[in-house]
């Protein structure tokens, strides 16, 4: 397995990762299915620790995956040998009262919606909180990026990041510097961002790696509540 740093975090993560959504299982909103399809959790535990002990040390899930049945999963393996892992989760896909789906990127939400996730995951901080396809102009509001300096001082969360559908989104992310770690949808059937791929290297740009904000920067590179270095992190980030 190879390995190397993720984003602007420091943290030295597989170039594997693991995906979390499928595990998550069949989930509807408003009669429409969201997910996968049908899973096991034996199956899906047996994948967990198969990608761990084949050095996978990235995984990434929401807690809109099966609505917290993904995180579940990954907390009942990942929690027996946490340091030696780094946990992704996102944020802001809910599903209403009336069973729709609809997005929430409130201060209030974020502070509520990390609490469910850092439970289900079985751990006591997450090391990369994603805002789960925002709008830029939803991107634009302080009260994200002020939630997340709060969850960070709490040692809730070690660094943020933004996970959009589009390259186009992701490159107004990078010329923002918004969070520290960016993920795009890119796989084999959406090709769409290699088609622009030179566009990330233009000077003063950086692909997956935001710039970050001094007071970004400072408060991501320590954790108040850990002063180890486990094996999952690189050993320069010094928090």
Do not use: C
């Not at 299915?33 to 535990?45: A, C, K, M, V």
């Amino acid at each position: 397995m190879q390995y190397r740093e993720l984003g602007k975090t420091g943290i030295k993560v597989s170039t594997i990762g693991f995906g979390g959504w499928a595990i998550g299982g069949p989930s509807e909103a408003s009669g429409t299915p969201f997910g996968w399809g049908r899973t096991t959790d034996e199956e899906s535990l047996a994948a967990i620790r198969s990608a761990r002990d084949l050095g996978v040390t990235f995984f990434d899930t929401a807690d809109s995956y099966g609505f917290g049945r993904s995180e579940s999963l990954l907390g009942i393996v990942l929690s027996r040998k946490r340091e030696g892992v780094v946990i992704a989760t996102k944020v802001g896909v809910v599903r209403g009262s009336a069973g729709t789906l609809k997005k929430d990127f409130s201060r209030q939400h974020i502070f509520v919606a990390v609490d469910g996730s850092l439970k289900r995951l079985r751990t006591d901080y997450i090391d990369l909180y994603q805002v789960h396809n925002p709008t830029i102009d939803e991107l634009r509001r302080l009260e994200i990026q002020d939630a997340m300096d709060r969850l960070q001082d709490a040692g809730k969360i070690r660094f943020w990041g933004v996970s959009v559908s589009t390259p186009e989104e992701g490159l107004e992310v990078i010329r923002h510097g918004w969070g520290n770690a960016l993920q795009v949808l890119y796989n084999i059937l959406n090709q769409a961002p290699a088609q622009i791929d030179h566009r990330w290297h233009r000077p003063h740009s950086h692909r997956r790696r935001p710039t970050l904000h001094p007071r970004q920067r400072r408060r991501g590179h320590r954790h108040p509540r850990r002063q180890e270095h486990p094996p999952g992190r690189d050993q320069r980030d010094r928090r």
